[in-house]
């Protein structure tokens, strides 16, 4: 593995309404990034909010990708003269610094960007106003709206759910007490950090280990994010 010291690097993770992934597609394309995964997810508000607001659903793209400080904000940049952050429903858009890569992904890394032409186009605009952190639980499949539940209770406005699949072992029964089962659900909530204890900890009493949720959670602290002041706010 290699220390990023030299190469800061960073994750990039966008959570987009489904309309707009021809446009995230086009952008992340033109910019030749080395890896990029893309997914479905479903975001937690009320079908009747995204009718207000004239989306068809909740139905999410969700996207992960690994580059360079300087990449990750020139494809910043580039989404942000594309989507309208501002507009609740579109989007949000975060990064990650990561601590160290294997050795070919960062020299592909290193090479991408000397031949990406970033140019000088200034500063991004204006990210969101207090740090935040990506908040990822991970509860038996069924469960999503438990934890969006218990989350929205300790002040998170939303949440989005991706499905996955959990390989258990003989540790986890021992140590935990669980049984992984294939299904899972992989819940992303994005949260001011002032705010994350409170939501973890809800989220942990109703959807925990010790409830037929099976959970677990942690968060990660966010370097960037745009789209959070204009996140959906689903209160009943």
Known sequence: ????????????????????RNVLSKVFSRSNMPLLLLTHGYGSAKSTIYDILGYGGPKKIVSLSIQTKNMSHFILRQLQKEINFGKPGTGIACTISLS????????????????????????MTAAAKEPYHLIIAIVNTG?????????KAAGAT?????????LGSKEAVKYLGITIQPEKDLVLILA??????????????????????????????????????ALLENND
């Not at 469960?143 to 989350?151: I, K, L, T, Y």
């Not at 949440?159 to 959990?166: I, N, S, W, Y």
């Not at 099976?214 to 966010?222: A, E, Y």
């Open 1 to 20: 593995m290699e220390d990023s010291t030299v190469t800061k690097l960073e994750a990039l993770i966008t959570i987009m309404d489904y309309g707009l």
């Open 192 to 229: 001011p950090k002032n705010k994350r204890h409170a939501i973890m900890e809800s989220i942990t009493r109703e959807a925990g280990l010790n409830t037929p949720g099976k959970g677990i959670c942690f968060s990660l602290p966010v370097n960037y994010a745009v789209g959070v002041d």
């Open 100 to 123: 160290s890569i294997n050795r070919v992904l960062l020299k592909t890394l290193q090479e991408s960007e000397k031949h990406m032409q970033m140019g000088s186009e200034g500063k």
């Open 158 to 166: 939303g949440g989005t759910l991706v499905h996955a699949r959990g």
């Open 143 to 151: 469960h999503f709206e438990q934890v969006m539940e218990a989350a």
